[in-house]
């Protein structure tokens, strides 16, 4: 999982150096919307209840997901500034519902494209992804 995870991350560096700006296949050559579908469909104990995620850069990204009570979930987002591709992470612990929610500004300075999101916790991963327009 580990290897998945930091392959995820790697991606988008990958991509901007092809200067394609979208992500669509994975380093293993899965497709990545197959995939996305997959996870948000999957019955692994994570599931996105609400998301914001096609912005424009300088608005917020939201992702609210569904998950164990009390457990913490991490996720990890990437993004491309000045050509240098980062990946920034934050940790919340889910409420008595198992509900989580993250919002983040995207920086006005964010390449347009498609960026790879990863949520884990309590033992599962869902992938997903937001983008960024002009």
Do not use: H
């Not at 998301?51 to 991490?74: D, I, P, R, S």
């Not at 591709?85 to 940790?91: D, E, P, R």
């Amino acid at each position: 999982m580990k290897k998945l995870i930091f392959c995820l991350l790697l991606l988008p560096a990958i991509l901007s150096a092809c200067n394609t700006g979208y992500l669509t296949r994975m380093p293993d050559g899965q497709d990545f919307v197959r995939l996305q579908t997959e996870q948000i469909d999957s019955r692994d104990g994570i599931k996105i209840l609400s998301a914001k995620k096609e912005v424009k850069a300088g608005e917020k990204v939201e992702f609210t997901v569904q998950g164990k009570a009390g457990a913490e979930y991490e996720i990890a987002s990437t993004y491309v500034l000045d050509s240098k591709t980062y990946t920034a992470y934050q940790s919340k612990t889910a409420d008595k519902e198992g509900t989580v929610s993250w919002s983040w500004r995207v920086n006005e300075k964010t390449k347009p494209g498609t960026y790879a999101i990863t949520i884990t916790g309590d033992g599962t991963t869902l992938l997903s992804s937001y983008t960024v327009t002009k």
